[in-house]
C-alpha cells in the first residue's frame, strides 16, 4: 500500500508501465466535474471508474483484495478513511474472477489510514483494504483500475 499527494504521483511510474498512463490522465481530466461512470484508457488494461459511494463507519466496511488489477484511489469530495490489513493475514474465502474481487465480510481492518482530496492510496494485490469509510453520507471518488 502506498499513500502520497498527487503532485508525487510520477515518482511511481517506474512500479508499473501504466501508472504514466494514470498520471497523464489525471493531468488532462478535471476528476471532480467528471461524471460517474466507467471511462476506459487502455481497455481491460487501465480504466477510472469515478463513483459515488454510501460513507461507511468503519465496522460496516467490508475488505476486498484483488488478483489482476491494482487499484489507485482517490477521494475528491472530502476524506475518505481505509482500512487495511494484509492478504497474509485473511482468510481463504471465495475468489469472484469475474469482477476480480475477494471480499471478507464480518472482519475489521486491522489499521486505518485518512486519505484527503489531493492524495490518493495505491492497493496491489497483497493489500486487503476497506474503502468508504467516511462520515459522509456519500463521498465522490475515482478509482482507477491497472492491470497488474
Do not use: W
Amino acid at each position: 500500500m502506498i499513500i502520497d499527494t498527487l503532485e508525487h504521483l510520477a515518482h511511481y511510474e517506474a512500479i508499473n508501465p501504466l501508472f504514466k498512463e494514470v498520471a497523464t490522465f489525471i493531468a488532462g481530466n478535471d476528476l471532480e466535474s467528471m461524471a460517474p461512470g466507467k471511462y476506459e484508457i487502455k481497455g481491460k488494461d487501465l480504466y477510472v471508474n469515478i463513483a459515488v459511494a454510501k460513507g461507511k463507519a468503519p465496522d460496516e466496511a467490508v475488505i476486498e483484495t484483488h488478483v489482476n488489477m491494482i487499484d489507485i484511489q482517490i477521494p475528491l469530495d472530502g476524506p475518505e478513511t481505509y482500512g487495511y490489513t494484509p492478504l497474509c493475514r485473511l482468510p481463504d474465502q471465495p475468489y469472484n474472477a469475474e469482477k476480480d474481487i475477494t471480499k471478507y465480510p464480518d472482519l475489521m481492518a486491522e489499521s486505518f489510514i485518512d486519505c484527503l482530496p489531493g492524495m490518493f492510496a495505491i492497493f496491489f494485490p497483497q493489500d486487503g483494504h476497506a474503502p468508504c469509510i467516511s462520515m459522509a453520507p456519500e463521498i465522490k471518488k475515482a478509482i482507477f483500475k491497472v492491470k497488474v
